[in-house]
């Protein structure tokens, strides 16, 4: 069956960096954009970026631009989030997801940026 | 960016009733809106896709209707499980943004 899981989350110091990936299986990943859409602690949704299926057209939300690097390894079904120069306000439950098309969601991991 | 603007933040209903959420773009975003339904400690779910098409396997007491800048979710009659809290998001144009989101609570 279908499923993506998020790993490489944890605690990181404000100013720190972290690596998330999505393992990726039960679909051909290779045919599918990606986004990773993340939630702080009893608040909303918040998308936060975008890479299509050969990793040549890629979005950022502008609260992570320049900070954070979605990338792919489609050979690996892999996907990825590299997140540098983290604030508190980057703590949050990270999903990688295919939504809408089709509707596919990890089950998240959690980040938490804190001394 | 374009704003997702949800009314009300949240609603006390009871088993039956029908419930009607909105959801307001700051801009013209024809019909590229979904709704999301999420539980607590869960991943959220897609039930309307293109503002009113009905997800595989979503019931069809949900229902979304829209176009341009105004958009409605209904929930025919509320059943138990449907208690929950509901996001609106644009796929018009990125960056992607979802509403404040629509807490659902039992009356």
């Known amino acids: 069956q279908v499923q993506l899981v998020e790993s490489g989350g944890g605690l990181v110091k404000p100013g720190g960096s972290l690596r998330l990936s999505c393992a990726a299986s039960?679909?051909?990943?290779?045919?599918?954009?990606m986004s990773w859409i993340r939630q702080a602690p009893g608040k909303g949704l918040e998308w936060v970026a975008y890479i299509n299926s050969r990793a040549t057209t890629i979005y950022y939300a502008d609260s992570v631009k320049g900070r954070f690097t979605v990338s792919r390894d489609n050979a690996r079904n892999s996907l990825y989030l590299q997140m540098h120069s983290l604030r508190a306000e980057d703590t949050a439950v990270y999903y990688c997801a295919t939504t809408p098309t089709p509707d596919y969601w990890g089950q998240g991991t959690l980040v938490t940026v804190s001394s | 960016a374009i704003q997702m603007t949800q009314s009300p933040s949240s609603l006390s209903a009871s088993v039956g009733d029908r419930v009607t959420i909105a959801c307001r773009a700051s801009?013209?975003?024809?019909?590229?809106l979904g709704w999301y339904q999420q539980k607590p400690g869960k991943a959220p779910k897609l039930l309307i896709y293109a503002a009113s098409d009905l997800q595989s396997g979503i019931p069809s007491r949900f229902s979304g209707s829209g176009s341009g800048t105004d958009f409605t979710l209904t929930i025919s009659s509320l059943q138990p499980e449907d208690f929950a809290t509901y996001y609106c998001l644009q796929d018009y144009i990125y960056p992607w943004t979802f509403g404040q989101g629509t807490k659902v609570e039992i009356k």
């Open positions: 039960g679909f051909t990943f290779s045919n599918y954009y």
């Open positions: 801009q013209g975003i024809r019909n590229d």
